[in-house]
């Protein structure tokens, strides 16, 4: 059965919105020209692209983003990058932190970068498109997941200070302290959503207690159930079931579990099951 992707007038949260907003995740991953076509197809009929590019010594080699816009839906979907490429500088205890939007707290110095590089052209394309009192929505992957949801905090709490609807992230990485996860769960209550697949191992970067996770946790079980409640308990048996589903390389779950595809089978899955 065919899942429609996106529906304009959506608001709120739904499993069938969550799936629209992964396939918009996926999508960043793409060259501009089916970026363009395929967000036709889904009813937009206009569509700015995003790119910097980085120096050495910074890992990342550049940051990646579309905004698509109709006439009743805005969205923001920033590309991901694979993890071992963030491994390295997000356990680097050393890096500097990256003051937070509008000073609250701070977020790693490595995303603040990546999306101070970005934020300005994301910034403009949402004004000049928010001409009908749209719905605004940010979505990502992985390393597209945490610029996402910084995204939409720096878009509240700096000019123009805009609420999104709504922050859909899959396998995000910690992205922020206490003090500015605090901030965002007052101001973003019930409006982010943050999907983790069992042993996705991006999730679990870079460490605490300096950084801390956002609220409104989707769960994947290892049977690929989503479940938005989960105890302690059943989280750590759940996950050593997923270590145990392949014996010849259970070490690999965490990267296998960190896959676009996962997230999306998962989602689809439970739309048709609905």
């Known amino acids: 059965m065919r899942v429609q992707t996106l529906d304009h007038h959506a608001t709120g949260y739904s499993l069938r919105l969550a799936y629209g907003m992964a396939e918009a995740a996926k999508l960043a991953y793409q060259p501009r020209d089916t970026i363009e076509r395929t967000v036709h197809d889904w009813g937009f009929d206009r569509v700015h692209h995003h ?3 980085f120096r050495p010594p910074f890992p990342l080699e550049d940051t990646q983003a579309y905004t698509a ?3 009743h839906m805005i969205i923001t ?3 991901g990058t694979e993890p071992r490429k963030m491994q390295d ?3 680097d205890a050393t890096t500097p932190p990256w003051p ?3 000073n609250k707290g701070f977020v790693h110095y490595g995303f603040g970068e990546a999306l101070q590089s970005i934020h300005p052209q994301v910034r ?4 000049e498109l928010y001409d009908n009192d749209q719905t605004i929505w940010f979505t990502g992957h992985s390393l597209g997941g945490a610029l996402a949801a910084l995204a939409a905090m720096r878009l509240h709490f700096e000019e123009p200070h805009l609420l999104a609807d709504g922050v859909y992230t899959f396998g995000q990485p910690r992205v922020c302290d206490r003090t500015l996860a605090q901030a965002h769960d ?5 409006r982010t959503h943050r999907f983790v697949n069992n042993n996705d191992v991006v999730p679990q970067m870079p460490p605490e207690p300096a950084f801390h996770h956002i609220s409104a946790t989707h769960y994947i079980d290892s049977g ?3 479940r938005d409640k989960m105890s302690v308990l059943g989280g750590v048996t759940d996950r050593a079931k997923g270590l145990t589903a392949d014996p010849f390389a259970p070490a690999s779950d965490g990267i296998r579990d960190h896959s676009m595809d996962r997230y999306l089978d998962a989602l689809k899955n439970a739309v048709q099951a609905d």
Do not use: H, M, N, Y
Request: no cysteine.
């Open 77 to 79: 979907a920033f590309r």
């Open 100 to 102: 937070g939007p509008a």
């Open 124 to 127: 403009d394309a949402v004004d």
């Open 69 to 71: 816009a109709s006439d």
């Open 51 to 53: 790119e910097t590019t």
């Open 186 to 190: 007052d101001a973003f209550r019930d």
């Open 89 to 91: 500088w997000l356990s």
């Open 224 to 226: 690929g159930r989503i």
